[in-house]
């Protein structure tokens, strides 16, 4: 039943129903209080809803269960980013030190911290590839991360491209895949915005 609620959470996030998502998240850590996974949704789902010092909590308490994961890094220092960024950036700085050099996905830590370029993160995702489906997973991943780097820097084309490479992987389970929907959502609503904004601007001056 756990996973059941965490996947009708994560569900709820892709609808923009957060309300929803937060209820499903508190019940299937209510059945199990250890699921790590809930803890990194409901995380995501509090960013999202705009509720970024109660998601920061949630992340932080993901990251401290491996800090050994380049993916538990980069989801906090996404969402403390909002929060505190001189704090965020520092924090990056000291959560890299315990990070694996021979796991692909620190580069993209790495990149985040301005250490390395695009061209590197995708040249380590390849080396060491033994299958195409793992070089798929691999490629969703960075395809996200890389994306969400753009788009909370303002460059929309830039993260939508690379949103829309994340879903051409078809790595439905990952939740990469998933919330690249969410973030393609997420620019097209700016988009739209910004629209009526200048619709909205353009009759006043007639």
């Not at 505190?84 to 830590?109: E, G, M, P, Q, Y």
């Amino acid at each position: 039943m756990a996973e059941a609620h965490n996947s009708i959470g994560i569900h709820y996030i892709q609808q923009m129903d957060f309300i929803m998502a937060y209820e499903s998240f508190d019940s299937t850590l209510d059945i199990n209080p250890d699921y790590d996974f809930a803890i990194l949704n409901r995380g995501i789902a509090l960013y999202y809803g705009g509720r970024s010092e109660l998601a920061l909590a949630d992340l932080n308490r993901f990251y401290e269960k491996d800090k050994q994961d380049p993916y538990r890094v980069l989801w906090s220092f996404i969402v403390e980013q909002k929060v505190d960024r001189n704090r965020a950036l520092a924090n990056l700085a000291l959560h890299r030190k315990k990070l694996d050099d021979k796991n692909w996905a620190t580069s993209i830590v790495d990149f985040y911290r301005g250490k390395v370029d695009e061209t590197a993160v995708i040249a380590d995702l390849v080396d060491d590839v033994k299958s195409q489906k793992q070089l798929n997973d691999r490629l969703c991943e960075a395809y996200f991360y890389l994306g969400k780097y753009h788009s909370d820097l303002g460059n929309k084309v830039k993260a939508a491209n690379y949103f829309k490479l994340s879903l051409s992987t078809n790595v439905f389970e990952y939740v990469e895949y998933r919330f690249s929907r969410v973030e393609l959502a997420r620019l097209r609503e700016k988009r739209k915005e910004a629209s009526d904004s200048d619709n909205e601007s353009a009759e006043l001056t007639r």
